[in-house]
């Protein structure tokens, strides 16, 4: 069992930068991918991001590449999403989630990622 808590959303203005935490709890948290997720109203979930186990390698929807940089500490638990120059359609509620596989990326099924935080919801002002 792993359980997710993300923090660090809020109000920013657009061409700001936030950065989101989610936090692992269990004893093999280490050993997932983990990915970004975010959904506003009405939408699907949609990809942000995955990183693998070990940190090696990140990918990216095409729409955040080269402004949102995940990176991770195993020993910390703790899998982070730097986002820069944030834009108003970045606005939405962002999840973490650990999947079942050690990599992973944009191609990987959502059903694959089985442990889900709360999300936290990141507003972008224009």
């Known amino acids: 069992q792993v359980q997710l808590v993300e923090s660090g959303g809020g109000l920013v203005q657009a061409g700001g930068s936030l950065r989101l935490s989610c936090v692992a709890s269990?004893?093999?948290?280490?050993?997932?991918?983990v990915g970004w997720f975010r959904q506003t109203p009405g939408k699907e979930r949609e990809f942000v991001g995955a990183i693998n186990w070990n940190g090696g390698t990140a990918d990216y929807a095409d729409s955040v590449k080269g402004r949102f940089t995940i990176s991770r500490d195993n020993a910390k638990n703790t899998v982070w999403l730097q986002m820069t120059s944030l834009k108003p359609e970045d606005t939405a509620i962002y999840y973490c989630a650990a999947c079942i596989n050690p990599y992973a990326n944009k191609g990987t099924p959502l059903h694959y990622y089985n442990y889900w935080g709360q999300g936290t919801q990141v507003t972008v002002s224009s």
């Open positions: 269990g004893r093999t948290a280490s050993a997932y991918a």
